[in-house]
């Protein structure tokens, strides 16, 4: 099928989903405040149902309400990709089927985790999803979560697939944006998954951003300086000031860490689900620090 949405690009917001206070359920206020947040604060695009988003720890009813949310929210005024990933193919074809019945924009797909497939297999896989939607596919390379790591040549022979046209690489060699670009041509628009920054100089025309769920306004920012603006000494102080947090953010805090920069700023979402645990209180003073020079304003100062 043809791909009926293109030209994604831009700070696209992996959204963290927010829980009620025991985290037995989706808290639905709070989502549709993010994604007002978000839009208002200027980023490009949605991803709902990432690795940010738990998507594992959702049952598909939450699934469900988390996709109908965002998408209605958004309104339109910005591009949704759903995650769509899952371990099985058919499961995965059909999550892709209904985020496009649902009105996603697209699909953003982390290939199986579990089986370590072959490139062979990894073909078969997406184009298995491609044949049955008419939205584009972002595939989604982290292969400290996915267990596989989809090398350029293997990305690129995925590029030969209708609608597989994006890619978030999150690896932490930033030459595979290069690589990517070389073998794959106009046929794949990359983003950046870690190295935001960096990716951009080398040609990448976007990223799925977790530090924008807490500042979106500057992660907006420093995608415009660069690949808008062509502006390095201005991307590079942007970066600068944001570093500290891109640090809170991302490793084994990514959701823990988002989630209570989000509570300090007064937009609170709930705790991490288990396995994952709340962020030690004895880091908290240390994070508000890092929020505070930022210039975000923490709940309850003057």
């Not at 940010?52 to 309104?75: C, H, K, M, N, Y």
């Not at 290939?111 to 297999?121: D, G, L, N, Q, R």
């Not at 799925?208 to 992660?219: L, M, Y």
């Not at 991307?235 to 989000?262: E, F, N, S």
């Amino acid at each position: 099928m043809e791909a009926r949405v293109a030209g994604f690009r831009g700070t696209y917001t992996v959204l963290v989903t927010p829980f009620t206070p025991d985290g037995g359920a989706i808290d639905v206020a709070a989502l549709r405040r993010l994604v007002d947040d978000q839009i208002e604060g200027g980023v490009h695009g949605l991803v709902p149902l990432g690795s940010t988003g738990e998507f594992l720890s959702l049952s598909q009813d939450e699934r469900d309400l988390v996709i109908e949310t965002v998408i209605g929210q958004a309104r339109g005024r910005v591009p949704v990709l759903i995650g769509t990933g899952a371990e099985y193919t058919p499961d995965a074809v059909r999550y892709a089927r209904e985020a496009e019945a649902a009105g996603a924009d697209g699909v953003m797909i982390i290939p199986p985790y579990y089986a370590v497939p072959t490139e062979a297999e990894l073909v078969a896989h997406y184009g298995a999803i491609a044949g049955k939607i008419g939205i584009p596919i972002m595939i989604y390379n982290n292969p400290a979560a996915a267990n596989v790591d989809m090398l350029p040549s293997t990305v690129a022979r995925l590029s030969e697939i209708d609608n597989v046209r994006y890619i978030k690489e999150s690896t932490l060699d930033v030459t595979r944006v290069r690589d990517i670009i070389r073998l794959c041509g106009d046929r794949m628009t990359v983003f950046a998954g870690v190295l935001g920054y960096e990716s951009f100089f080398l040609g990448a025309e976007g990223w799925v951003a977790v530090c924008s769920n807490v500042a979106p306004r500057i992660s907006a920012d420093l995608f415009e300086a660069a690949c808008d603006r062509n502006d390095p000494a201005e991307a590079r102080a942007i970066h600068q000031r944001m570093v500290d947090l891109l640090w809170w953010v991302g490793g084994p805090r990514y959701v823990a860490g988002t989630k209570a920069a989000l509570k300090l700023i007064g937009r609170g979402v709930g705790p991490p689900r288990a396995p994952r645990l709340p962020l030690p209180e004895a880091d908290i003073p240390v994070l508000a620090g890092v929020l505070e020079r930022l210039g975000l304003t923490l709940a309850g100062a003057d």
